[in-house]
């Protein structure tokens, strides 16, 4: 079963930088569509950025433009490069296969702040 550990979260202020990383067990990773998932306080937790095997990539509006996803397969890592944060963007962030179906991990806080 795939297990995932984020991390590279952290405080930071609008218009700040910051790059989450996670990395996948348990599977062939290569095989794995992965996305990056949020979850902010009193909302539902939705998709922010998937990639598939080939690495195809997709974002959600609210972040078009702003966010950057990547994968390493040797590495058995995806990463979520987010650039002009806003205050909208506090969250924790959370990485799974695309469609959700692993159990989730812990997640990394992000916190976007003056």
């Known amino acids: 079963q795939v297990q995932f550990v984020e991390s590279g979260g952290g405080l930071v202020q609008p218009g700040g930088s910051l790059r989450l990383s996670c990395v996948a067990s348990g599977r062939i990773f290569s095989a794995l569509a992965m996305g990056w998932y949020r979850q902010a306080p009193g909302k539902e937790r939705e998709l922010v950025a998937p990639?598939?095997?080939?690495?195809?990539?997709d974002y959600a509006d609210s972040v078009k433009g702003r966010f950057t996803i990547s994968r390493d397969n040797a590495k058995n890592t995806v990463y979520l490069q987010m650039n002009n944060l806003k205050p909208e963007d506090t969250a924790v962030y959370y990485c799974?296969?695309?469609?959700?179906?692993?159990?989730w991990g812990q997640g990394t806080q992000v916190t976007v702040s003056s």
């Open positions: 990639i598939t095997t080939s690495g195809s990539t």
């Open positions: 799974n296969l695309d469609p959700p179906i692993a159990s």
